[in-house]
Each structure stands twice: as C-alpha cells, then as structure tokens.
C-alpha cells in the first residue's frame, strides 16, 4: 500500500506502471488494475466561497490554477486508513493514493487512485470507494485561483459527501 | 503548545503555526478558542463562526469539547474541501 503526496506534477501513466510494475515479477495473481486520475480544470465550480466572507459570488469563471493546501502528516495517516478500509472490503493484492499538493496548473494531475485485484469487480470498487473517501476525508483544502488573479476558497461538495455517507450505509 | 493553521485560517492569522504558553486551566478545545479570541481582530475573526471551526488533536479530528494537554499539537482548520 502506498499513500504519496507530490509537491510538483507527477506523469499518471508513469505512476501506474511503477505501482503495476511493483508486482508483475513476482506476483502473477493479478488479473485487474483499476484506476482514477483527477487533473486540474479550468472552469470553477459552483460551489460556494469557503472563507466565511459575504462575498457570495459564483459566477463561472476560468481557472489558471488550484491551490490545495494541505496538512501533510495527516493527510498520509487518512489516505493510509482509507487504503487500509479498501484491503479489509476487497480482496486486494495492492491499492496506491497519490496526491498532488501547492500549486496546481490546469490540466495537471490532482490526483491518481489506483486497485489491483485477482478480479476486475474487487479492483473497480476498491478505486470507487478510495476515489471518493479521498474527496472529503483527508485534510486538503481547495483554492481556485483565476485568471484575472481573484481567489477563491471552495466550500465542501455536499454531493462529495453524500457519496462518503452512501459507502457507510451500505456497509451497514 | 504547538498550533498549526491551515487554508484561509492561516490566511487570515498570518502564520501557520506557532507555539503559545497555556496554563493548566486551558484543558479542552473551546477553553483554547477562548483565549486565541482574544490574541487579535485577525483571531476573532477566524474563530467567529464556530460551525466553520475544524480541529484536529495530534493528527485526528476532535470536537470541542475534547480535552487537550500542553504536549498535544492542535491544528485548525476550515472544513475539509477535498481533492
């Protein structure tokens, strides 16, 4: 299991054959690799501003970059946990979260989840349970940064959480 | 006692963390909101509205009302926004 955070942009598609490769010389139990790779856009969200302020403005506009502050030591205790949940609900062989932190241009990689398993059904819902519990437990905190320079600190997606709460309830 | 500020928290003490003399009588998470209130207008106004006030004790979520020693390191934090 590996839990990273990547202070500069990192290749995805080099990210997964290292994690693939990690198993492919001696462990040929592996019959699935799932994954998801969330990259930076350039339209902001419609999510409202985060800081507290009265500034309440949430007209579209284009992105240069994401800030995502971070709090690393628990950052990597949270995704080692949900990792660890994964392992416990499916017959994994190995799950990675790598994530992105600081400046994020558009276009580059937020973040890479990915499942390996004997079975595909294990591995994609492995990478569906990790992909989302990433989204709102560990503590990043999400920037839009504008191209006319305005910033703006998002609030928390309730559709994010409303994934989070479904993945308890049916593990009840 | 070490304190760590996180997103627009630190923006708007200014720092992200710090290290503060506490007595023994600052023993939960609200008692030590109390007394960061009053270090400032940029304290008071990051801690005005409890509900958008998140902690985490050595590295895990808390609520308020958690006791806490001199040796913990407390973080403060809007809510987590994700990734």
């Known amino acids: ?172 | 006692m070490k304190i760590l500020y996180f997103a627009w928290f630190a923006e708007k003490i200014g720092k992200r963390e710090e290290e503060i003399e506490v007595d023994s009588s600052v023993d939960t998470i609200d008692k030590l909101i109390y007394l960061l209130r009053k270090q400032g207008k940029a304290y008071e106004e990051t801690f005005a509205e409890l509900s958008l006030v998140k902690v985490a004790i050595n590295k895990k979520i808390v609520e308020h009302e958690n006791p806490l020693t001199p040796q913990d390191e407390v973080a403060f934090f809007p809510p987590i926004t994700g990734g």
């Open chain 1, 1 to 172: 299991m590996t839990a990273l955070l990547h202070k500069s942009n990192f290749c995805p598609y080099e990210a997964l054959r290292s994690f693939a490769n990690r198993h492919n010389a001696n462990n040929s139990q592996h019959g699935a690799l799932a994954s998801f790779c969330g990259i930076a856009r350039s339209n902001s969200e419609s999510r409202q501003q985060g800081d507290g302020s009265e500034k309440q403005n949430n007209e579209p506009v284009s992105l240069v970059s994401l800030h995502l502050d971070c709090y690393p030591a628990m950052a990597i205790l949270c995704m080692q946990e949900i990792i660890a949940e994964a392992h416990k609900r499916w017959a994994l062989i190995d799950a990675t979260i790598q994530h992105r932190v600081g400046e994020i241009p558009v276009g580059e990689t937020i973040v890479l989840v990915a499942s390996l398993s004997k079975k595909r059904n294990n591995a994609f819902e492995a990478c569906r349970y990790m992909t989302d519990m990433v989204k709102v437990r560990p503590p990043f905190w999400k920037c839009e940064m504008a191209a006319s320079g305005q910033k703006k600190w998002l609030t928390t997606a309730e559709q994010d959480l409303q994934r989070a709460t479904d993945w308890h309830e049916k593990s009840e």
